[in-house]
């Protein structure tokens, strides 16, 4: 079980769009269809923001939207907010009940 | 709402036992179809899948963990619990307890606030 890759840090401006990538396997992210996404505050419990690859719980604003090609999935948070300045982690099912995350993304509203 | 609050002891001892318990409210542990979980957090690290408990019985671990992770659950205290054993300082990490839906495919969604556990030397 290796930890999915994701870039080490993102930022971008008020309004803008910021993209992390989250890559796996054809055991993890390119074998299943369950990618989720993960917003953590440091201090704070983390919140899910997107699973089943493409789908937001009851809450979440559409402002953030998911997607997988292949082996790579991929977090879009459109017109960034100052309050959406945190640490991300992708994680995906393998099978067995087990997951696996993701390196984690620093994104930065600049 | 379903709270969940983890407890345990914040120091453990380089190859002692690490034991850890989440207490949960505003629900029950028995109810039908949901996993309870353990993710930990290491310093300056990622999240890392520990492992699950149906409300079944039925457990999970991660298999990089397996040989040192028992998780159970005392539905007449609706809590879960985690042991750890042989710890070393690599397991120095925040512990957080999380619960999903067996309808979803996911860690959790709802979490803990975490538990810092340091293990000394």
């Known amino acids: 079980q290796s930890a999915l890759t994701q870039p080490p840090s993102a930022s971008g401006s008020p309004g803008q769009s910021v993209t992390i990538s989250c890559t796996g396997t054809?055991?993890?992210?390119?074998?299943?269809?369950?990618v989720s996404w993960y917003q953590h505050h440091p201090g704070k419990a983390p919140k899910l923001m997107i699973y089943d690859v493409t789908k937001r719980p009851s809450g979440v604003p559409d402002r953030f939207s998911g997607s997988k090609s292949g082996n790579t999935a991929s977090l879009t948070v459109s017109g960034l907010q100052a309050e959406d300045e945190a640490d991300y982690y992708c994680?995906?099912?393998?099978?067995?009940?087990?997951?696996?995350f993701g390196t984690g993304t620093k994104v930065s509203v600049l | 709402q379903l709270q969940l609050q983890e407890s345990g002891p914040g120091l453990v001892k380089s190859s002692e036992t690490l034991s850890l318990t989440c207490t949960v409210s505003?629900?029950?542990?028995?109810?039908?179809?949901?996993?309870w979980a353990w993710i930990r957090q290491r310093p300056g690290k990622g999240l890392e899948w520990i492992g699950s408990?149906?409300?079944?019985?039925?457990?999970y671990y991660n298999p990089s963990l397996k040989s040192r992770v028992t998780i159970s659950a005392d539905t007449s205290k609706n809590q879960f619990s985690l042991i750890l054993k042989s710890v070393t300082a690599a397991d120095t990490a925040l512990y957080y307890c999380?619960?999903?839906?067996?309808?979803?495919?996911?860690?959790?969604?709802?979490w803990g606030q975490g538990t810092l556990v340091t293990v000394s030397s």
């Open positions: 999380a619960r999903r839906s067996g309808t979803y495919y996911h860690p959790g969604y709802y």
């Open positions: 054809s055991s993890d992210v390119g074998g299943y269809n369950y």
């Open positions: 994680s995906s099912y393998e099978g067995s009940n087990n997951y696996v």
């Open positions: 505003g629900g029950s542990i028995s109810s039908s179809n949901y996993y």
């Open positions: 408990i149906y409300y079944s019985g039925s457990t």
